[in-house]
């Protein structure tokens, strides 16, 4: 692909020495192209997160290369060229909700002028106008992890890192979430890459969903997901968004599906 | 204008004061009513049973303690609440003076621990070991090894809020979420960035926990200290003087133990405020 | 075995390093005895005095054992009776958290007038309050701070109060006593001996410090101190071992809240 933010050539990642060695990721390689929205799929313990960190330098590869944005993963990490959400919105008790969105511009000394304005526009961006002065304690589940996507999001980074986000959340926050999101990333156009359980959320956000094999995970394959943008409440009811749903499903349970809809064929 | 926030603190900090007048108001009416029981007869009124304890020997009327604040301490002198409020201001110097270099001894130490595991291993054993030792027995014996006077006094506070605080500040440091510390890392931080924005904020909870005991502890050790070192001018010595000479004079001993107290209480809510100001806002309000 | 070794080590290099580092210090400088004992005067005046400290540091540990048994049912007693009326609970607290900043130890003359100075009860008295408040806050702590989802169990069970009192409130607290208990042992100690500062029979380890140092006999002095502080933390550990057994099921981690 032409314009790709991040390369991933040949990763290896292992955990522990000696005896306790355990293999969590093996021959990674994965290519995301500039604003794209890719998934990441695959049974617990397929090492998903860990490929997620080990792109935010958050942790080294034991072989393999990394390259974000034309450069090291480390380098990018230290030029902040991504920004991160956890599946916990960790966002500090003591700070207001504004407080929390300007910590990454407080770190970094080239962000600091227009500080609050910049906080206060990226609160409107997840639609939390008027809760500045909030503390933490007194927002939903869902508003705390707005404001964790607005915190990492405030800095405009190239990439966006999202480690289940919505893992913690009922059913119908996060179906309106995921509709926010796509919504902050059609106006940001910020690449993201998104780790699920959820295989149909990772059908409804993705224009790629990366599938991922058990431990030692491998990518058995990336599906490109060319349902019509942008996505909404009828996209759910689309006739081919079941269809990407079954395909992914069946390539996790490893068998081979000639077309969407059409009889199975096992795979030996 | 006021958020709901604060006006529910005032609220909670206004009945903290009532219920607390009250329970002091009820004990008075008691004291009163186990003279009345068991005291000393007087021209008006036989009391039914004798109880020692009770007598106006052991337990001054509450008016006569409240009258003695007024008159001479000794011949010819200032008023007693005049020489006990010096005496008090004298010792809380003492105390808050060794508080505040013993917090920022404390403090400066639980960060430097947080940052070498080494050091901490070899010394965090002794700043435990010590909390089970009577420092506060000791006071005399240092206030009279360093020739006495008001600085050896604040150095035995500055010992009692020192090791409290160094614990407390360790695990405080140590309390944030590690994902926290991992989103500061995305941010590739500084170590004093982590400390400054992370770190220290996270402490605070147990910091002031640790303050407010140590808060009462230097008062009680200054008082402690003032007592073998011939220091005259705390409330030590008020407490010492008027108990050589208690037959004289029941209430003026009662007197200075209330302005001791109040001495206790009050740097106690010194503390207490300053961590409702530091701390506010930050976690749902809960009982007490 | 090992590790558990080096993990010490560094403590333990520390503590033999002072008491090298002091002795030769005191040695080379020419430090005045009755300026800073060497640590080999101060194991010195301990052998010689042996008997002496001895006797008293028992006198005193009897006083503050009384003191602490004293106090300790009365706080218990109270915090029961608070918690049943869980109203006056909320209306007692703030007073219980002022009484606990006040030092305590100026009744100390009071108690000596009331009980006789000679009177190991005065002393005992003093400890009794000391000890009072820590107890009776954490106790009263740990019978109302139960979790709500724990209580619901119980009314579902159409438990009465006495049943959920007996069954849920009374366990939750015992690692809060158990705490309050670890922090009143030391508490009780210092406060028998400072008690006795203000005066007290001949044979008790406060008046034995007060007037070795007042005869600037330092290394009696710091002598009867370390006795005291083995005292201290054997008493300490006496509690431990106690809430090793009557509450293993639960990890001794709580911070004492005097606050």
């Given amino acids: 692909m032409t314009d790709s933010v991040v390369r991933v050539r040949g990763v290896d990642k292992v955990f522990g020495v000696g005896a306790d060695k355990t293999p969590a990721l093996q021959s990674i390689d994965l290519e995301i192209p500039k604003g794209a929205f890719v998934s990441l799929i695959g049974p617990s313990g397929c090492g998903k997160s860990t490929l997620l960190r080990l792109i935010g330098d958050l942790t080294q590869p034991s072989a393999g290369t990394i390259e974000v944005n034309g450069k090291t993963a480390h380098r990018a990490r230290v030029d902040r060229d991504y920004g991160m959400v956890f599946q916990a919105p960790v966002l500090f008790d003591w700070r207001t909700v504004q407080g929390n969105v300007e910590l990454p511009l407080e770190v970094s000394a080239k962000d600091r002028a227009g500080r609050a304005d910049r906080a206060r526009a990226m609160l409107a961006l997840v639609e939390l106008s008027g809760f500045e002065r909030r503390y933490p304690w007194q927002l939903s589940g869902g508003m705390q992890q707005r404001v964790a996507i ?98 992914v499903r069946e390539r996790l349970r490893g068998r081979d599906v000639v077309r969407p809809g059409a009889a199975e064929v096992a795979a030996s | 204008m006021l958020s709901s926030i604060y006006t529910f603190a005032v609220f909670r900090a206004a009945r903290s004061v009532l219920s607390f007048l009250v329970v002091i108001a009820a004990l008075a009416v008691l004291w ?9 007869p007087s021209e008006a009124w036989t009391p039914p049973f004798q109880w020692t304890v009770a007598s106006d020997l052991n337990m001054p009327h509450l008016w006569d303690i409240a009258a003695s604040f007024v008159e001479p301490a000794q011949r010819n002198g200032p008023p007693l609440g005049i020489v006990l409020v010096n005496a008090g201001f004298f010792t809380f110097r003492e105390a808050f003076g060794g508080f505040v270099f013993g917090a920022v001894l404390g403090l400066a130490l639980a960060i430097v621990f947080v940052h070498s595991r080494m050091l901490e291993r070899a010394l965090v054993p002794y700043v435990v070991a010590s909390q089970t030792v009577p420092i506060i027995a000791i006071a005399p014996v240092v206030v009279i090894w360093l020739r006495g006077g008001w600085l050896a006094v604040a150095v035995i506070s500055a010992y009692l809020t020192f090791f409290p605080v160094t614990i407390a500040g360790l695990r405080g440091l140590r309390s944030p979420d590690p994902r926290a510390l991992e989103l500061m890392r995305s941010y590739a931080s500084s170590s004093r960035d982590v400390l400054l924005k992370v770190r220290l904020p996270a402490a605070a909870p147990y910091l002031f926990a640790a303050f407010k005991i140590a808060a009462t502890a230097s008062v009680v050790g200054a008082i402690i200290g003032e007592l073998p070192s011939g220091i005259r001018d705390g409330l030590g ?35 207490r405020a300053a961590e409702v100001l530091f701390l506010r806002g930050r976690t749902a309000p809960s009982d007490a | ?26 040695r080379a400088f020419g430090i005045q005895q009755f300026l800073l004992p060497p640590p080999s005067s101060i194991a010195a005046a301990f052998v ?19 003191g602490l048994v004293i106090g300790g049912v009365a706080a218990l007693v109270v915090a029961f009776a608070i918690a049943r009326w869980a109203s006056a609970s909320r209306a007692l607290l703030p007073f219980a958290i002022a009484a606990n900043s006040v030092p305590i130890i100026a009744f100390a003359p009071i108690m000596n007038n009331w009980f006789g100075i000679l009177n190991p009860l005065s002393k005992m008295m003093v400890v009794a309050v000391l000890v009072f408040f820590p107890i009776m806050i954490n106790t009263l702590r740990g019978l109302t701070l139960v979790d709500q989802a724990s209580l619901e169990l119980m009314r579902s069970y159409a438990a009465s109060e006495r049943a959920i009192f007996a069954k849920v409130r009374v366990p939750n607290a015992l690692p809060y006593i158990f705490t309050a208990l670890k922090v009143s042992a030391t508490l009780s100690l210092i406060g028998a001996i400072v008690a006795e500062y203000f005066g007290g029979a001949r044979s008790v380890l406060g008046q034995f410090i007060i007037t070795e140092a007042a005869f600037f006999r330092f290394a009696n002095a710091w002598a009867a101190i370390v006795v005291a502080s083995a005292v201290s933390i054997a008493f300490f550990l006496i509690i431990l071992a106690i809430e090793r057994v009557a509450i293993p099921w639960h990890a001794s981690a709580r911070i004492v809240d005097s606050s």
């Fill in chain 3, 48 to 66: 010689e005095h042996f008997d002496e400290l001895m006797t008293v540091g028992r006198n005193t540990l009897v006083e503050a054992v009384g």
């Fill in chain 1, 150 to 247: 607005a915190r990492a999001l405030s800095f405009e980074p190239a990439i966006l890192l999202m480690d289940e986000p919505f893992g913690a959340l009922d059913e119908m926050t996060r179906e309106r979430l995921n509709l926010e999101l796509l919504r902050i990333w059609k106006q940001t156009g910020t690449t993201t890459v998104f780790v699920t359980h959820s295989i149909p959320e990772a059908v409804f956000l993705s224009t790629h969903v990366a599938v991922m094999s058990a431990r030692p995970g491998r990518i058995l394959e990336v599906i490109p997901v060319d349902l019509p943008q942008p996505r909404n409440d009828l996209t759910r009811e689309d006739e081919r968004y079941f269809g990407f749903i079954k395909r």
């Fill in chain 3, 1 to 26: 075995m090992t590790k558990r070794i080096g993990h010490y080590l560094p403590a333990a290099l520390v503590f033999v390093g002072v008491l090298g580092l002091w002795e030769l210090a005191v």
């Fill in chain 2, 237 to 271: 010595g008020a407490i010492l003087n008027f108990n050589q000479f208690y037959v004289s004079g029941p209430p003026k001993l009662w007197a200075a133990i209330i302005v001791a107290a109040i001495v206790g209480i009050g740097f106690f809510a010194l503390v």
């Fill in chain 2, 32 to 40: 009163e009513v186990v003279k009345l029981l068991g005291g000393d």
